[in-house]
């Protein structure tokens, strides 16, 4: 498989992927998966618990890259998010979809 360390960030996680191996990180409980792509490109073997110092290498370079883009700050819960976005939403009022006023100008 491809060399070179790729990081990604999103919703509820980070990642990183460094050759064969990916680790996930999840936000909500901090847990992490550690998976070897080159045996298991499916993801169906999380072998965080059998590779521990895999898993501190790789997250410790995950960090370091978090660290340098400022990916991480404040990380939000998943119904933190969600309520983030229906509040930002311009039809929706308390979390609920609103309807706009009819035009009565006429």
């Known amino acids: ?31 992490y998966e550690l998976y070897n792509l080159a045996e298991d490109l499916s993801e169906t073997k999380d072998l965080s618990k059998e590779m521990p110092e895999k898993v501190a290498e790789l997250a410790e370079k995950l960090h370091a890259w978090e660290e340098r883009m400022m990916a991480r700050l404040i990380p939000l819960s998943v119904p933190q998010r969600l ?24």
């Open 83 to 106: 309520k983030q976005t229906l509040t930002r939403c311009p039809l929706r009022k308390n979390g609920r979809r609103s309807t706009p006023a009819p035009d009565t100008s006429r």
């Open 1 to 31: 498989m491809g060399t070179g360390l790729l990081a990604f960030y999103g919703g509820v996680g980070a990642g990183v992927r460094d050759g064969d191996w990916k680790l996930l990180e999840f936000f909500e409980d901090g847990h």
